[in-house]
């Protein structure tokens, strides 16, 4: 499989449990992004890394969340203290940002429900 | 703020019909603009748009892009009812993507 995946595809917490999600990019895509997405929303930027650097976090991440890449290949997203209002579906995407342009390719995405 | 809209958000038509869908776009730093099918899944890339008045084609769908005035529109014609989806634009700027809300499509038999 060559595509991006997600893990788990579907979460189901209490509200101040902590939850990790897991993404495995495409192999030779140096870049990861991760996004969150609402019903009737597009995709909301929450940081991306290239290779094992994190170069940005939106501003709209509360310190509850974290993001790493260790080792410049999966990334996990950790969110604390999950609160009803983190519910919505995680997506993750990759890319090579080599030449001009760089398409974003999307994992499932992993649901997650805060009770 | 860097930001792309999206317009309509939501649109009904019958099969046969061609629709029209719109993206304007404000990014400091422009690379690409991108357009993506989104059904109840993750978002399917469909077309990347770097240059003006360069129409990109696949079978029944169209793009093209105007950067002086920073929109890009997405046609349909001869609309099925696959088509059904959300269609999304995306912005890049070089470091990250920006996304619209999206339009709803809803195609009838």
């Known amino acids: 499989d060559t595509g991006v995946s997600q893990d788990p595809r579907h979460k189901i917490t209490k509200r101040g449990q902590n939850v990790t999600f897991r993404c495995d990019p495409i192999?030779?895509?140096?870049?990861l992004y991760w996004y969150r997405q609402t019903l009737g929303q597009g995709p909301e930027f929450l940081t991306y890394?290239?290779?094992?650097?994190?170069?940005?976090k939106s501003r709209l991440l509360s310190d509850r969340f974290s993001a790493e890449r260790p080792k410049g290949s999966f990334s996990t997203l950790e969110i604390q203290r999950t609160e009803q209002g983190d519910s919505a579906m995680y997506l993750c995407?990759?890319?090579?940002?080599?030449?001009?342009?760089?398409?974003?390719?999307f994992g499932e995405g992993s649901r997650l429900t805060v009770l | 703020e860097d930001k792309v809209v999206q317009s309509p958000l939501s649109l009904v038509v019958h099969e046969g019909d061609t629709v029209t869908l719109n993206c304007s776009y404000e990014?400091?730093?422009?690379?690409?603009l991108l357009w993506y099918k989104q059904e109840k899944k993750a978002p399917t890339f469909l077309f990347m748009l770097?240059?003006?008045?360069i129409e990109k084609k696949s079978g029944r769908l169209s793009s093209i892009l105007d950067k002086k005035e920073l929109f890009s529109i997405l046609n349909i014609t001869a609309t099925q009812t696959g088509d059904s989806a959300v269609y999304l634009c995306?912005?890049?700027?070089?470091?990250?993507?920006?996304f619209g809300s999206g339009t709803k499509l809803n195609v009838k038999p």
């Open positions: 995407a990759s890319s090579t940002q080599q030449g001009n342009t760089g398409e974003l390719f």
């Open positions: 192999s030779e895509h140096n870049r």
């Open positions: 890394f290239q290779n094992e650097a994190q170069l940005e």
């Open positions: 990014v400091t730093n422009f690379r690409s």
């Open positions: 770097t240059s003006s008045g």
């Open positions: 995306a912005v890049d700027d070089f470091n990250k993507f920006y």
